[in-house]
């Protein structure tokens, strides 16, 4: 069984940092694409970042220099580093695996997806 677990969403102020992380079980991790998306209140999940099986790193145009994604495959866990956090970060934030090649921004190309993880940017 596939189980993809979030951790490291809470309360931060604007300007600050987190960490999320996501612990993969029950798939071969080192061979798929991994991603994060979000879904802020009243809006669709968007793409946030995304990483290849070779670590090739992909990101939302408007995130890129805010965000990091990447991998640990001796761990089977994939983090997203947010620095400079604005309100408008504000969502539950997923991360997905896809255990075919290749990252794409459309969360229909993902097969499996976490429970998320709440972030939420206000002083």
């Known amino acids: 069984q596939v189980q993809l677990v979030e951790s490291g969403g809470e309360l931060v102020q604007p300007g600050g940092s987190l960490r999320l992380s996501c612990a993969a079980s029950?798939?071969?991790?080192?061979?798929?694409?991994m991603a994060w998306f979000r879904q802020g209140p009243g809006k669709a999940r968007e793409f946030v970042a995304g990483?290849?099986?070779?670590?090739?790193?992909y990101y939302a145009d408007s995130l890129k220099g805010r965000f990091t994604i990447s991998r640990d495959n001796a761990e089977n866990t994939v983090y997203l580093q947010m620095n400079s956090l604005k309100p408008e970060d504000t969502a539950v934030y997923y991360c997905?695996?896809?255990?075919?090649?290749?990252?794409?921004?459309?969360?229909?190309?993902?097969?499996?997806w976490g429970q998320g993880t709440q972030v939420t940017v206000s002083s």
């Open positions: 990483i290849s099986r070779s670590a090739n790193t």
């Open positions: 997905a695996a896809r255990v075919r090649r290749g990252v794409f921004s459309i969360a229909d190309e993902y097969d499996y």
């Open positions: 029950g798939l071969t991790f080192s061979t798929g694409a």
